[in-house]
């Protein structure tokens, strides 16, 4: 009788299980970054829209933003125009924020809400933040002649997520008195803030009546132009 052997039966012939890697990596982002669209920030799929400000006092490209992990990345200056001098309190509308879309070969000038704009990309869990504006000066002339109790508010405050999602922060007032004494612009409270955040003053329909110039009647007035400056100073302090 033939002898038939006995089938050998490998474990590997039932296969198997192999373990390959994966892995992401963060690095810090120093960089300045890209003023937003203050009408229309991000779009529904979270991409950013950057734009082109023009410095309205100037007409040229506005000062740059800082650098680093929490970020003032701009801030729009108030030209109020050329008016003609009165022996009566008058009250003047600062010109709306001058864009351009950022890379587009014949893009269009358009006009929107004046803004300014921080980030935070600090590691870690947000951490809050603090933005304050104060003006450094009375609007002065070049021959260092000062407008007299001239005063800037800024109304139709409102604040807009620059990362395309939902969240928002507790600390932005509606109303701002601009004064040589520090004013709360908007704040973030530890857990809020991260990413981009723009305070806008006014929308498109109310961006040329949202920041605004009262000069006293009894100002004593030079043919010239009077200027100041605003600082705009964002701090590690979350908001109260």
Known sequence: ??????????????????????????????????????????????????????????????????????????????????????????????????????????????????????????????????????????????AGTSLAGAQINITNGNVLNGNGGTDTISNHPTDIAVSTAAANVMGAKAGEGFGTWLYRMGTKDTAGSSVKLTVPGSSAKEVAAYRTTLTWTLTDSPAS
């Open 1 to 142: 009788m033939a002898i038939v052997p006995l089938s050998v039966v490998n474990a590997d012939d039932k296969g198997g299980a192999l373990d390959s890697n994966a892995q992401v990596t963060f690095i810090a982002d120093n960089d300045a970054k890209s003023p937003l669209d203050p009408t229309t920030p991000a779009n529904p799929d979270g991409t950013q829209n950057p734009v082109s400000p023009i410095d309205t006092v100037t007409g040229s490209t506005p000062n740059p933003g800082t650098t680093g992990l929490l970020t003032v990345d701009f801030a729009s200056s108030f030209n109020f125009g050329s008016n003609i001098i009165s022996s009566v309190t008058k009250t003047y509308n600062a010109l709306p924020q001058v864009y351009a879309q950022k890379g587009e070969s014949k893009a269009t000038d358009t006009t929107g809400p004046n803004f300014v704009q921080v980030t935070d990309v600090r590691p870690g869990s947000a951490k809050g933040w603090s933005l304050t504006v104060k003006q450094n000066d009375d609007f002065k002339t070049s």
